[in-house]
C-alpha cells in the first residue's frame, strides 16, 4: 500500500469502529493530514473530552493519552505506538515526588501536564506550556513546587516575581539540548529571522528570542506576523508544517538536535495496525487514578 492508499484505509476504518484520532502537532505530516483533531497537548484532551465517539486514537506521548482518559473515563482511549514515552514524564514519579513534598509541606505543587497520571494523582495543580503564567498567578499561595521541568519553571519564574517558586532538576532533554551558540548560527544564517522558542529550552536561549510559547502559540505567533523568516526554536515539525501551511514564508530549525524521537516513533502503518486490532496499546487507569488525577487537571482547568 502507498501513502494515500493507507490514509483511505485510515479513513474508512476510523468511521467503521467510532474513533476520533488526536495528532500532537509533532507528529509527522501524514499523520495530521489523517487526524481529526491537531494541536498541543492541552488542546487535544480538551477536543477529545468535547468528541462524541465512542474511542479516541492518541498520535503523540503516553502522558498525552493518559490525561485523555482521565478527562473521558467512559471513552476507549488508545495509544497508536505503545513504545512512545515522555523523557520529561518519565523522569519523577509518585514516589520520589512524595519525598520531596514532606520537605516542603506548605508548598502548592505544580506540575506540567508532561507527568504521569500517577504522578498528578498527588499534586495540587497541572500546567501546560501556553498557561502556566496565568495560573501561577492565579494561585493564592506564594510558595511554589514546581515540577519537572526546570527550564519552564524558571521562565515561570520570571513572570511571576512574587511568587516563591522551587525547582527540581528535571527537564526535557530534547529542547534542553540547544545552546546559545545555536541561536548565534542561526542568527547569523537568516539574519531578518524572528526566533521563536518554547519554554522548554534553557533560560540563556529564551533570553535571546523574540517569542515563547507553547506548539500552538510558536504556530499562531508565526501565522500572524507580518515578518516573513522565522526560526522554530522547538521540534523540528513545527517548522515543516508551518511550512505547509503558510508558503510564502520562510521556516527555518534553529537547530536539527530537535528531533524527538519519541514523538517520531508513531508511524501511519502504527494508526492502521491499532485501527485494525493488530498493534497499538488500549490505556487503562484505575478509578481511584483518574479521580485523584482529575482534581489536578480540573484546578487546571479553573485557574486558566
Ligand atoms: P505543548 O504543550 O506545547 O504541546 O508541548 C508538549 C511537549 O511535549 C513539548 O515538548
Ligand atoms: Fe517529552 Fe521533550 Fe518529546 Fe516533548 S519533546 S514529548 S517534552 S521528550
Do not use: W
Amino acid at each position: 500500500m502507498n501513502i494515500i492508499e493507507l490514509q483511505n484505509k485510515i479513513v474508512e476504518l476510523k468511521k467503521e469502529k467510532d474513533i476520533c484520532i488526536l495528532a500532537h502537532s509533532y507528529q509527522a505530516h501524514e499523520i495530521l493530514e489523517i487526524a481529526d483533531f491537531t494541536g498541543d497537548s492541552y488542546k487535544l484532551s480538551v477536543d477529545a473530552a468535547k468528541a462524541t465517539n465512542k474511542n479516541i486514537l492518541m498520535c503523540g506521548v503516553r502522558f498525552m493519552a493518559e490525561t485523555c482518559k482521565i478527562l473521558s473515563p467512559d471513552k476507549r482511549v488508545f495509544l497508536a505506538q505503545p513504545t512512545a514515552g515522555c523523557s520529561m514524564a518519565d523522569q519523577m514519579d509518585r514516589q520520589l515526588i512524595s519525598q520531596i513534598k514532606k520537605m516542603y509541606p506548605n508548598y502548592t505543587v505544580v506540575a506540567y501536564i508532561n507527568t504521569t497520571a500517577d504522578l498528578k494523582t498527588i499534586c495540587d495543580v497541572c500546567v501546560t506550556s501556553s498557561s502556566a503564567v496565568k495560573i501561577v498567578n492565579n494561585i493564592k499561595n506564594k510558595d511554589i513546587l514546581f515540577i519537572p521541568d526546570c527550564n519552564l519553571g524558571n521562565f515561570v519564574a520570571k513572570q511571576c516575581p512574587d511568587k516563591n517558586i522551587k525547582l527540581l532538576n528535571g527537564g526535557c532533554p530534547i529542547h534542553a539540548c540547544v545552546n546559545t551558540d545555536d541561536v548565534k548560527k542561526a542568527k547569523e544564517l537568516h539574519p531578518n529571522a524572528e526566533v521563536l522558542v518554547h519554554p522548554e529550552c534553557v533560560p540563556e536561549v529564551v533570553a535571546m528570542a523574540d517569542y515563547v510559547g507553547s506548539t500552538s502559540g510558536i504556530m499562531n505567533y508565526a501565522v500572524k506576523s507580518d515578518k516573513k523568516d522565522f526560526i522554530i526554536g522547538t521540534e523540528i515539525s513545527i517548522a515543516e508544517h508551518l511550512q505547509y501551511m503558510c508558503p510564502d514564508k520562510n521556516f527555518y530549525a534553529l537547530s536539527l538536535k530537535l528531533i524527538c524521537p519519541n514523538m517520531k516513533s508513531t508511524t501511519l502503518a502504527d494508526v492502521y495496525n491499532c485501527l485494525a486490532g493488530k498493534g497499538g496499546e488500549e490505556i487503562m487507569l484505575d478509578d481511584a487514578t483518574i479521580k485523584d488525577a482529575r482534581k489536578c487537571i480540573d484546578e487546571m482547568i479553573k485557574l486558566g
